[in-house]
């Protein structure tokens, strides 16, 4: 199974996240992976889709985020 997770800078930036793109594509908003960061905080995960869609809908809405990562398990 690969996964898409969007990492933020702050918990106000994932949920403003969530706000803007909960109507786009199916996603959820998670603890970070401990693979990712030792830090604690939230991200958004998608299953099932292209890294290229993730930025590109990024792009599109104009969100705040750190990274994007890629795990497949």
């Known amino acids: 199974m690969t996964y898409i997770y969007v990492t933020f ?9 969530e706000d803007i793109l909960k109507n786009t594509l199916p996603f959820w908003l998670v603890p970070v992976p401990r693979e ?13 889709i292209e890294q290229s869609e993730v930025e590109n809908l990024i792009k599109s809405h104009d969100v705040n985020y750190d990274m994007i990562h890629k795990i497949t398990r």
């Open 9 to 17: 800078k702050t918990t106000n930036d994932a949920l403003n996240f």
């Open 36 to 48: 990712l960061t030792h830090n604690c905080g939230i991200a958004a995960r998608f299953k099932d």
